[in-house]
């Protein structure tokens, strides 16, 4: 479990670097949001975590999936699924928490 919440909090902060950087937290905050809801789906979230699915398979199915969220925030994602970390997603913060541990991190919406 530790491994999952050290992992997640990576890809949080770098999430919100990205989205700070490009000023476009709020909109980072929505994506991610959306992703989340699409990977609550328990089919679409069991495929994800699948081993014997292939990654390329896994891509596809999430693209269709998720045709609102912009390239960024779904390639993070994507890239979870790619290290075999599917699960360090729904370690990340959800909306209303810090989505990171930087004292600069707003709390969002």
Known sequence: MARRDT?????AEAAFQVGREAKALDRWVQDLAALREALENPELRAVMEHPAIPFGAKEKVLRRAVTEVRPEPLNLVLLMIRRGRPGAFFAMPRTGDRPCGDPDCPATE
């Open 7 to 11: 992992a997640a909090r990576r890809y």
